[in-house]
């Protein structure tokens, strides 16, 4: 890149407290809710139709995600995806590179928190701001959301 090298590390300084900030909200409870609106946390779920594990991470999800893998899996191994996905602490890692790199205010109620993470797993990163209730898997989605955080204001 060219340019000074204070200019560059202050960009860079900038760019990763951005980053820090759209995930500072994303604590142990926001994983609970993320993780019991896509399926009630259910972690005996698997694959099913394109989704698998408790987060319900599809195979574009994880890939936008990093790929992450189980402790010395291969990325190329044919299952990585999936078994990566339906381990809780794995799954988590994934939804968390997911919000690092999608995380902003979605319902535009000037923070960025829980809710507008919630409304990024179901939307995906780049449509984010589509309302959850427009249709029914959506609607289902907010509810038990909402069940799980009683604060929120989606
Ligand atoms: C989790 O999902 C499995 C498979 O669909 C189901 O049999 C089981 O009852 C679910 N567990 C809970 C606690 O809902």
Redesign the pocket.
């Known amino acids: 890149m060219s340019c000074y090298p204070i200019v560059c590390f202050l960009f860079f300084c900038q760019v990763l407290a951005q980053e820090r900030l759209q995930i500072v909200n994303l604590d142990a409870q926001c994983f609970r809710c993320l993780c019991y609106a896509a399926?009630?946390c259910?972690?005996?779920?698997?694959c099913?139709g394109g989704y698998c594990g408790p987060y319900k991470i599809s195979k574009i999800y994880w890939k936008d995600a990093g790929e992450v893998i189980l402790p010395d899996d291969e990325r190329e191994r044919a299952g990585a995806y999936e078994d990566c996905a339906i381990s809780y602490q794995c799954a988590q890692r994934v939804v968390l590179n997911y919000i690092a790199k999608y995380g902003r205010d979605c319902n535009d109620d000037g923070v960025t928190n829980c809710d507008d993470f919630t409304m990024i797993n179901f939307n995906g990163g780049y449509q984010c701001k589509a309302t959850l209730s427009r249709n029914e898997a959506g609607q289902s989605w907010l509810e038990r959301y909402r069940l799980c955080n009683p604060e929120t204001l989606l």
Do not use: R, S
């Open positions: 399926t009630k259910n972690l005996t779920l698997g099913d």
